[in-house]
Structures are given as C-alpha cells and as structure tokens.
T-cell receptor, first 115, second 111 residues
Framework: AQKITQTQPGMFVQEKEAVTLDCTYD???????LFWYKQPSSGEMIFLIY??????QNATEGRYSLNFQKARKSANLVISASQLGDSAMYFC????????????FGDGTTLTVKP | EAQVTQNPRYLITVTGKKLTVTCSQN?????MSWYRQDPGLGLRQIYY???????DKGDVPEGYKVSRKEKRNFPLILESPSPNQTSLYFC??????????FGNGTRLTVT
C-alpha cells in the first residue's frame, strides 16, 4: 500500500520569501509519479508540479520546484518569492505505474503568506 | 474548454434517500475517480475507473457505487446516504501518468 505523509498542518511565510512544504512517501513500487496540488479557499484543485520516479532532475515550474530525494523518499515542494495568492492548502499525491488509476494523497499543509 | 463537470455543487438530503452525483469530462481521459475531502484527512479515494466498464475500489468505498458505461461519464451513487457521508466530493480524470483534472466539487450534507 502507498502512503503520503505531510507533517506540517500549517505553515507561515513572509511575502517574497521562499518556503518548503514537506512530503514523504512510502511505496514498494519502483515506478511511480509524485504530484503537488494547490487548493485555494475557493475550493478548486489546481495541479502545480510533477516528478517521475526515474526523472534524474528535480522538476521546476516557474516559482515552484520539487526537491526530490529518492533514497529518503521525500518530495518537498519549494515555492520561491512567495506571494499573497500562494495562501492555500497544498496536497502531495502519488500514483504508481502498475495501478495508475489509484491515487494517494497526504493530509495537506495550509500555507499562509504574510504581507 | 477542457473540463470536468460535476453536478450538483451543493446537495442537502436526508438519511436513506438515494442520490446520484454526476461527473462528465470532455478530454477523452482513460481514468476517472472520486474522492471525498474531510477536514484534517486530505483527499481519500472512493472509487476509480481505468476505462469503460472497468472500476475498482479506492480507500473508502463503503456506502458508494459507481458505474462507467461511457468513457466521459462516471456518476457516484449513494444508495442509502448516512450522516457520516457528509463531505466535499471531487471527481477527477486523467490519462496514464498525467495530472488529475478535478471538477469543482460537490458539497453534500446528509441530515
């Protein structure tokens, strides 16, 4: 079975600073994908970034980057130059290649950006 | 516009009264799935489908049914809703190894 752990229920960051949201995962599969999603207070779920287990380079998408440490089974999201609009709930999620319909989510981290 | 459409957005019902939440996607995605979101518990997968007529249980399937008769539609059925099924529900679709596209959610209250 797969498991995602997000140990930070809530985080605060000052506007324009960088912040790291932690995610650790557990799976016995060698081939899997890791995703981060953002959920603003309006409720919709927005895809941010993806990392494949065989990708050698850390994924980046604009101000978002994924610090992927395979041996430690961690996939932390780094947001650079935080903006007030980054205040939201963030979810880490995983799918495994052998059962790609099955997705496992963490409990989420609520990020608050302070002006 | 590529989207996943869920209806209704809000639903209040009483214990035991059968209900269906509809979900439709226009992206020709192979995979579709249902999740419930409860405070402090993240998103938990209820059921998922890999293709037409192929469905499987997620982590919390008890009390729910699904069907996938057409590729674009994946309704969630609560045959006899109970108060512990009060939650925010999301439908999502995707292709293999690609991000989930979510609907806007359905907030269900069972009294």
């Amino acid at each position: 079975a797969q498991k995602i752990t997000q140990t930070q229920p809530g985080m605060f960051v000052q506007e324009k600073e960088a912040v790291t949201l932690d995610c650790t995962y557990d799976t016995s599969d060698q081939s899997y994908g890791l995703f981060w999603y953002k959920q603003p207070s309006s409720g919709e779920m927005i895809f941010l970034i993806y990392q494949g287990s065989y990708d050698e380079q850390n994924a980046t998408e604009g101000r978002y980057s994924l610090n992927f440490q395979k041996a430690r089974k961690s996939a932390n999201l780094v947001i650079s130059a935080s903006q007030l609009g980054d205040s939201a709930m963030y979810f880490c999620a995983m799918t495994i290649r052998t059962n790609a319909g099955k997705s496992t989510f963490g409990d989420g981290t609520t990020l608050t950006v302070k002006p | 516009e590529a989207q996943v459409t869920q209806n209704p957005r809000y639903l209040i019902t009483v214990t035991g009264k059968k209900l269906t939440v509809t979900c439709s996607q226009n992206m020709n995605h192979e995979y579709m799935s249902w999740y419930r979101q409860d405070p402090g518990l993240g998103l938990r997968q209820i059921y998922y489908s890999m293709n037409v007529e192929v469905t499987d249980k997620g982590d919390v399937p008890e009390g729910y049914k699904v069907s996938r008769k057409e590729k674009r539609n994946f309704p969630l059925i609560l045959e006899s809703p109970s108060p512990n099924q009060t939650s925010l529900y999301f439908c999502a679709s995707s292709n293999y190894n690609s991000p989930l596209h979510f609907g806007n959610g359905t907030r269900l209250t069972v009294t």
